[in-house]
Every structure is written in C-alpha cells, then in structure tokens.
C-alpha cells in the first residue's frame, strides 16, 4: 500500500519554493533597476566631470606656450577609473589622462554620450569649437559595481531561505496542531470508547468535522448498545428455558426405550451446545460493555483459585487441573475481579476441551504477575494462533466448543492494559498448547 504523502510536509516544501522564487524573483528584477539606476548616475558623473573638467584645461593651456601644447600626458595618480582626451578641431590628441590610449577614441568629435565595444564616451566642446574633452567610462567598472551591488543582495538571502523554511515549518507545525489533536483523538474512538470529541480547543475550520464525528459516534454507540442489549437479554432469556429443556432431555433419557437413546442423547448434547452458546454470548456482551478495568488494585490470586476449584468439580475438569503457585509469585492489578474471574473460566475450559481426555491442565502464577495455562495437545499451526482470538475461529479440531473463549479473554485483557499470548508447541514441550496473560507490574 502507498504510504500517504503528509500535508505538512507537503505545505513545508510549498510554502518555502514559492518564498524563495518569490525573492529570488524579486532580486532579480531589483538587480535589472539597479543597472538602469547606475547607468544614469555613471553617466551623470561622467558628464558632470567633463563639464566641469573642460574649463579647467582650457584655461591652463591658454597659459602655455604654443611649442609645449601638443601631446602631453597627465600625471599618473593611482587608478583611474575615469579616462580622459583632449583633443583640437583637427581631432589631434592635445592632452590624455595617464590611463588613456594614445590613439584617438574611436568616436565622433561630437557633442553628446557615443560608446565604443568597451567605453562609454562623453564629449564636450568649448564655446570657440576648438577645444574637444572627451571623458571615458570603461563598461567592466560598470559591471563589477552591479556585480557586487548583486552580491550583496543574492548572498544574504542563501541564509535567509534556510531560516525561512525553518520559520515555515514551526508555523506550520503550530496551526496544524489543531488537525493532529484531532485526528489523534479520532483514531482513539473504537467499540470500547465512544466519548465525544472534545472541540472546545479546535478553530471554527475544524469544528463542523467534530460535529460530524461526535453525531457519527453516537448512532454508532446507540446501535452497539442495542446489539449489546438486545445479544444479552436473548442470552439470558434463553437460559432458563435451555435448561428446562434439558432437564427435562435427561429425564427423557431414563424413560424411553434403549432404540431411542440415541436420539434423545443428540438432543441432550444439542441443548448443552446451546446453553454454553448462551453463556458466551452473555460473556461477549459483558466483555463489549468495558467492564475489565478497575480503578483500585485487586488481589487476583483468590479469584484463581476460586475458579480453579469450581472447575474442578466439574464433571470435564475432575482431577485434571494442577495448580503452580510460585513462592513469590502473585497477581495485582486494576482489575475488575468478575472480569479476570471470566478470562481465567475461558483459558480453563478452553485448555479441558481441547486437549486429550483424561491429561493434565497446568495452571502457573509467575513472580512477574502473569498467569499461565498449559495443556497437552496437537501443535496449532504457526499461521493459525493469531486467529485463535477472532470470534468464531476454531482450530483444526472435533472438540465441542463456539469460536468465542479466546475472543473473549483477548477483549476483557486488552481493557486490562495487559497482553495475551498464545504459544504451540507449549513453553519445554514438544507439542500442547500455552496461553499467557502479562497484566502490568505495580
């Protein structure tokens, strides 16, 4: 079966992608502004410092002589990222920043911004004409300022995403809580606990599904307690009148010719089937009504005995059952004592009636409160004996019996908080059959 995807981690992984593209998206798109940005503010400083930079060199080489204004270089002074020519009418380079070409820039002598494969280039004349200063900007100063200016806003978000996702989730985790509680408490409802669903602490989202379980819960509780009732009271109307019927079979017996023995001896076995049907019947119905837990500690060891020596004096359990006490052995527990009275009954006569006629029953209380019971037998198939507590499942066997014991017992131990175990071959035998109830240490 395919495992079912978690919404959590489903709303994680969304909510984070679509953060993070958002941002990513939104980098991106400040990235394509800035560039537009510093390109007007490069060239407005390239402008500005040719506009203001012009003057300056016209003035000082008006006071050169005329044999000293051709060709002359500025002064290296550290990186320029501004380039510079001065250029006459003729296109001459008049004066060049130390950084610049000798060559001539390839652009028109012309007013305005013109760009070569790596500069932007602003020119600017003098109010004669004479006079051309021509101001380079090279594109890689440009794309290493968006660069960094990216950088700076790229980086942070790669923490940014991590802590996001972080955030997401315990956000996430704390408005789902709601649906977790819920969905806990609703996998907690069974035939053994049908109390409504407490939406007090759920958002308004949540509680028309509360609502709508808690109605569920109670038709389905109102339907197991008709079945309940009505499997009960049929299980005890019909006693009274089995056993008339076959007390009056057995006198029937003694009366009628021997031809007809046999048949009265079907009906007589018929009605006993039918009495111990009732019986479990009755037993189930106590079982499904939650009565195997108590709320204060019982001695459990009298009500063993008690049952032991009842069964014992029976005609199927006479001289069969050996009861083990362990001499610190002992058995508490918060139990109801009718209830664990009911689970020792069925392993007892379970273990009579299925094992060989005339052997031994072995009844154990163990030092860590459990209590076994060990008969002879055939080994029960592996496969078999997680079946054996499903009603109506019987083993491969003639015994007379109704599918419910064990059901029963697994029931009323569950309600215990103890475990149920059933093992074959039996615990240092080579065949038999073992059934051992672990209730919870003190």
Do not use: C
Request: glycine share 6%; hydrophobic share 45%; net charge negative.
């Amino acid at each position: 079966m395919k495992r079912s995807e978690s919404m959590t981690r489903r709303m994680v992984i969304a909510l984070t992608s679509v953060v993070a593209l958002s941002w990513l998206i939104a980098s991106s798109l400040g990235i394509m502004v800035m560039q537009d940005e510093f390109a007007e503010i490069f060239d407005s400083g390239v402008q500005e410092t040719a506009d203001r930079l012009l003057p300056l060199i016209a003035d000082d080489l008006k006071e050169r002589s005329p044999e000293a204004e051709r060709h002359l270089v500025q002064p290296a002074s550290g990186t320029e990222y501004l380039t510079y020519q001065l250029r006459d009418r003729e296109g001459e380079v008049v004066l060049r920043s130390h950084d610049s070409d000798a060559e001539p820039f390839d652009v028109p002598l012309a007013p305005g911004f013109a760009d070569t494969d790596t500069q932007r280039i602003y020119t600017v004349v003098t109010a004669d004409g004479n006079l051309y200063l021509q101001m380079a900007d090279a594109f890689a100063n440009r794309r290493e300022a968006i660069v960094e200016a990216g950088t700076a806003l790229i980086l942070p978000l790669l923490l940014l995403i991590p802590a996001s996702m972080i955030a997401v989730i315990l956000v996430v985790r704390r408005t789902l809580a709601p649906v977790q509680s819920l969905r806990d408490e609703i996998g907690t409802k069974d035939s053994g606990n049908m109390v409504p669903v407490d939406d007090t602490h759920l958002p308004a989202e949540l509680h028309p599904i509360a609502r709508s379980v808690n109605l569920l819960l109670e038709r389905l509780r109102a339907a197991l307690e008709s079945e309940r009732a009505f499997a009960s009271n049929s299980a005890h109307e019909l006693r009274t009148p089995i056993a008339g019927a076959l007390a009056q079979a057995q006198r029937l017996q003694a009366d009628i010719p021997a031809e007809f023995a046999p048949r009265v001896g079907q009906i007589e076995r018929s009605l006993s089937h039918l009495a111990q049907l009732a019986e479990k019947l009755l037993q189930m119905s106590r079982a499904e009504a939650g009565i195997g837990a108590s709320e204060t500690d019982v001695d459990l060891l009298p009500v063993v005995e008690l049952v032991v020596e009842d069964i014992g004096r029976s005609d199927i359990g006479e001289k069969r059952i050996q009861f083990h006490l362990s001499p610190e052995g002992s058995l508490h527990g918060r139990v109801n004592p009718d209830a664990y009275g009911i689970v020792v009954r069925n392993l007892l006569e379970n273990a009579l009636v299925h094992s060989p006629k005339g052997s031994l029953v072995d009844v154990y209380i163990d030092e860590d409160n459990g209590l076994r019971v060990v008969n002879a037998g055939a080994i029960v198939e592996k496969a078999l004996l997680p079946k054996l507590t499903t009603r109506f499942t019987r083993g491969a066997t003639e015994a007379t019996g109704s599918g419910l014991g064990l059901a029963i017992v697994h029931n009323l131990v569950e309600q215990m908080g103890g475990s149920l175990a059933l093992f074959s071959p039996a615990s240092g035998r080579e065949d038999g059959f073992e059934a051992r109830i672990a209730l919870p240490e003190r």
